[in-house]
């Protein structure tokens, strides 16, 4: 079905994305333990398609078990894809033997949310950058503390850090450890993977503007996944929704944010508590909790939730709609929205 | 589950607190003739806002709570002289980022402190129970306190799987609790299970009472810390973050369950978070903390929207989306961000513990701990230059 709504969902860029997505399915096979059925599989990412744009960051929301952490590991391999192809510069990485695929693994990074889990805590932040640099044999033995120290420069962190240990360092540094390391190698994609969900607020925004300044400057492309809608709007261009591994709805900030089509993004946008306590707005109440991704429902997966669910959405997966320029909504009744 | 034993303890228990409680109630008519003193800008309030309910006085009215902690690296003012009363049927959202004291304060309150190393050195925190009577929880013995937190003051946490027991159904944890309160036979208390797992919202409740807790969603395992909280029909709920861990459709369901049960039950709530979003969601009241300290203080639509403290105004900034909420059309390019950090809770500065951070600081702001401030209309901020900071 998403090969006929694909020419909607492409970026602005439309001649050349950086990285098409065409079909990505990746499904976790569970053992026939006692309680399971034998053969199930939690489809994690079911038949995703989309595509970005050079020096486009695009925003992946949706609630927790929707996909987008399963989707960023697909595409650095860091999981192994079910189906579907990956294409990257041209190149559909994901049917790359391993040493085809190691150039990649400089091009393309990935940013934690847990910077803590991610570090070495043996190892000191100089040796942490200095190993993702010669992994991939960037610059001599000579120059390398040289690089450290300006890429710690670059995240805001004095070079007295590269003697010092990750414990040593509040949440919002070790980010920042974690973001250097990341651009240590030169990458031209990045995956931001809830990079600022663990943060305070005043933290947090410091991190944000650190993102946003090292994009800018070097010219990053990005899929900043996250569950806060309003750090997205804030940073990304595009915004894709994700609900029980499939995509429900894709378009710019600026439209998605003012006139959400899909009944699943409208909900999501209804629930973000607002710091306004003048604003009181409709509150779209979604019932119960996300299915599970073992059993997901028939059609459109978001039926035993939606407020506007007919008999008809149980049939088939709703094929894209397109509402808008480059803005896409997989749902039957989008003439309701 | 022993529902029989936990009845005759409550029983044992009661009696017990009766013996002590007339000389309890000395202690605390003494602790509300601290006066209210208002008026000059200059002056340091005692408490911000009275509440005008008819029922007299707060539910809990808290003065000058300190809560140090004894650690290898050296001791920790992790709640350094807080004040603050809660009316009847009022929420009072305490906010900060991690670190700030709000569970410190909370664990005081409910006397559930790490005890080898947390002690409430200072302070007073008058209870007013079910019954009318006041009593200062900081002096409660350890039976006092049992019996408010079956009876009086429920606490809900972050992660309901630390205080589910894992190797009981939930039908049998909220039977006990409900058995505590109410004299039911077994059946009945089974009976009366499914009916609180059905008023929290829980669908098949007839079947989901024999789940265990690691059965359920995030947010079903809180609609059941919910249910058991409010078994008791409680005065004050303690919300520690129980919404932090869930996804915004969830926690906007957790909101909800807690709004109308609280309207039905008519309790206060303290409810702790570092979400600015949810304290304009559910509070009346709200009190911003910072370094173990409050440093702002009011009504929620005053504070947020016309906050006083550089902190408060700082934090409001930091939220993607703030200023454009004041009138710009495009959000701005760069998110405010607070410079620093916040000061080691082990080596705080003397004067304001903000003044580091703060680009209105003198050497004033240095010199000593500026109290808090009245800036009127039930607000107050811990801020010597606030007339100039708010202008
Ligand atoms: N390695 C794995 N094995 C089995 N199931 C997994 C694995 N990783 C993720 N899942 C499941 O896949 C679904 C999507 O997970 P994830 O991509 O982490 O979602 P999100 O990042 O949106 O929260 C969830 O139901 C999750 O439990
Ligand atoms: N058991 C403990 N031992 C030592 N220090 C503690 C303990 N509990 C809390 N603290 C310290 O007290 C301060 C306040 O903690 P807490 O009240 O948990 O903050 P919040 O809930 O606002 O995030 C922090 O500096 C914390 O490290
Ligand atoms: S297809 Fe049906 S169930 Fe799905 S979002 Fe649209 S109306 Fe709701
Ligand atoms: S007292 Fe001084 S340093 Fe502290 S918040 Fe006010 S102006 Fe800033
Ligand atoms: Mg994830
Ligand atoms: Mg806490």
């Known amino acids: 079905m998403s090969t006929a709504g694909d020419a909607a969902m492409v970026g602005p860029d439309a001649d050349k994305p950086l990285l098409s997505i065409r079909n990505l399915k990746t499904h976790f096979a569970i053992g026939g333990g006692l309680l399971r059925p034998k053969g199930g599989a939690v489809r994690a990412v079911d038949d995703v398609s989309f595509d970005i ?3 486009e960051v695009v925003g992946l929301v949706g609630e927790s078990g929707s996909g987008k952490t399963t989707i960023g590991r697909s595409i650095l391999r860091l999981v192994k894809p079910t189906g579907g192809e990956v294409v990257f510069d041209g190149v559909d990485v994901a049917a790359l033997t391993a040493a085809e695929f190691q150039p990649y ?100 925004a410091q991190i944000v503007n650190l993102i946003q300044d090292l994009q800018t400057s070097l010219g ?59 604003i009181r707005k409709e509150r779209i109440l979604l019932e119960g909790d996300i299915p599970s991704p073992i059993n997901p429902p028939s059609g459109c997966v978001f039926r035993t939730r939606c407020p506007y669910a007919i008999d008809a959405c149980a049939d088939v997966v709703p094929p894209r709609v397109t509402v808008g320029e480059n803005h896409v909504s997989a749902c039957i009744r989008t003439e309701l929205t | 589950m022993d529902t029989q034993g936990g009845v005759l303890q409550a029983l044992a228990r009661q009696a017990r607190f009766l013996t002590t409680a007339l000389r309890r109630l000395a202690a605390g008519a003494r602790i509300f003739q601290l006066g209210h003193r208002m008026g000059d800008p200059m002056q340091e309030t005692e408490f911000v806002t009275m509440p005008d309910s ?14 140090y902690f004894d650690t290898d690296r050296g001791l920790v003012k992790s709640v350094d002289g807080v004040s603050f009363d809660i009316a009847p049927g009022e929420t009072l959202a ?63 946490f972050q992660e309901p799987m630390t205080s589910l027991n894992p190797v009981f159904t939930v039908g049998d944890q909220i039977a006990e609790s409900v058995v505590l309160h109410q004299k039911l036979s077994r059946p009945a208390a089974r009976k009366a299970a499914i009916d609180m797992l059905k008023v929290v919202g829980i669908s098949a409740a007839e079947k989901r009472v024999d789940d265990y807790p690691h059965q359920m969603s995030g947010g079903m395992r809180q609609r059941v810390m919910v249910a058991m909280a409010l078994s008791c029909r409680p005065t004050l709920l303690i919300a520690d973050e129980p919404t932090t861990a869930l996804d915004v459709t969830i926690q906007a369901q957790i909101l909800d369950l807690m709004k109308r049960l609280q309207r039905e039950i008519g309790m206060s709530i303290l409810f702790i978070t570092h979400d600015l979003g949810v304290v304009a969601e559910v509070a009346e009241r709200v009190a911003v903390m910072y370094g173990g300290l409050i440093v702002e203080e009011g009504d929620v639509v005053s504070v947020l929207t016309r906050p006083k403290h550089p902190y408060t105004i700082g934090l409001l900034n930091s939220v993607p989306g703030a200023r454009r909420r004041s009138g710009e059309e495009e959000g701005p390019k760069r998110l405010y961000a607070i410079p620093g950090n916040v000061p080691d809770p082990r080596n705080r500065p003397a004067g304001c513990l903000f003044a580091a951070r703060c680009t209105h600081a003198i050497d004033a702001c240095r010199a000593e701990m500026p109290p808090l401030l009245d800036t009127g209309g039930g607000q107050a901020a811990r801020c010597i230059r606030w007339q100039e900071v708010a202008s």
């Open chain 1, 53 to 55: 744009s050079r020096g």
């Open chain 1, 105 to 204: 693994r400089r091009r393309m990074q990935f940013i934690f949310q847990d910077p803590y889990a991610s570090l070495d805590p043996r190892k000191s932040v100089g040796a942490i950058i200095g190993e993702a640099l010669s992994i991939h044999r960037l610059g001599t033995r000579a120059e390398r503390p040289g690089r450290i120290t300006h890429l710690l420069e670059q995240v805001g962190l004095g070079a007295d850090a590269m003697a010092r240990y990750p414990h040593e360092f509040s949440g919002g540094q070790r980010q920042r450890i974690g973001i250097a390391r990341a651009l240590a190698v030169d990458p031209e994609f990045i995956v931001a993977d809830e990079p600022v969900s663990a943060l305070d607020v005043s933290v947090q």
């Open chain 1, 220 to 278: 990053l492309t990005m899929l900043f996944v996250a569950h806060d809608l309003a750090v997205v709007e804030h940073l990304c261009d595009r915004v894709i929704v994700m609900y029980l591994g499939r995509i429900m709805e894709i378009a710019p900030k600026a439209a998605l944010y003012s006139r959400p089509r899909h009944p699943y993004t409208k909900a999501l946008l209804s629930a973000i508590p607002r710091v306004d306590p003048t």
């Open chain 2, 54 to 67: 008819g029922a007299g006085y707060p539910v809990l009215r808290v003065r000058n709570l300190k809560t």
């Open chain 2, 94 to 156: 305490v906010v900060g980022e991690s670190g700030s004291g709000k569970s410190v304060t909370s664990l005081s309150i409910m006397a559930l402190l790490d005890k080898a190393h947390g002690k409430v050195v200072d302070g007073v925190m008058a209870f007013r129970s079910k019954d009318g009577r006041t009593q200062d929880l900081r002096v409660a013995s350890e039976a006092e306190m049992r019996k408010i937190r079956g009876n009086d003051i429920s606490m809900i």
